[in-house]
């Protein structure tokens, strides 16, 4: 059985740029890109956490450490300079695969810098 797995995200990054008249992408500062271990033209899924968009797109390379997150193309209707984004690749894994998974996840702080990186995510706690 195969089964296609969060790979990796940058977590609530914000967005610098939108440019509509840009080709189509996603432009991600090239530090996140490695980091996250996204390539030049990889599909990635964006959610808007600002307004609720989902849209599935393409990475570019952005200026290494500029901070850039820019949406563009048609995509630059569903997301504004300073809207907060996760944006997420994913990738099919076999069940021998899985033993050793582990997702690249990305934190950055308010100017797209690297905060932390982790493996998991926490349990999420029932509320009370």
């Keep these: 059985m195969q089964r296609t797995m969060l790979k990796s995200k940058l977590h609530r990054v914000h967005v610098t740029?939108?440019?509509?008249?840009?080709?189509?992408?996603?432009?991600?500062?090239?530090?996140?890109?490695?980091?996250?271990?996204?390539?030049?033209?990889?599909?990635?899924?964006?959610?808007?956490?600002?307004?609720?968009?989902?849209?599935?797109?393409?990475?570019?390379?952005?200026?290494?450490?500029?901070?850039?997150?820019?949406?563009n193309g048609a995509a630059a209707r569903k997301a504004a300079p300073g809207d907060i984004l996760i944006i997420a690749a994913f990738a099919v894994y076999n069940e021998i695969e899985l033993e050793k998974f582990?997702?690249?996840?990305?934190?950055?702080?308010?100017?797209?810098?690297?905060?932390?990186?982790?493996?998991?995510i926490p349990v999420q706690a029932a509320q009370a």
């Design 17 to 71: 740029q939108s440019e509509l008249n840009y080709e189509g992408s996603c432009a991600i500062d090239d530090t996140l890109l490695q980091a996250a271990d996204i390539r030049e033209y990889q599909q990635i899924d964006i959610y808007n956490v600002t307004n609720g968009e989902r849209f599935t797109t393409y990475a570019i390379r952005a200026e290494r450490d500029s901070g850039t997150i820019s949406v």
């Design 102 to 120: 582990a997702p690249q996840l990305i934190y950055v702080d308010e100017n797209n810098r690297i905060k932390s990186s982790r493996n998991h």
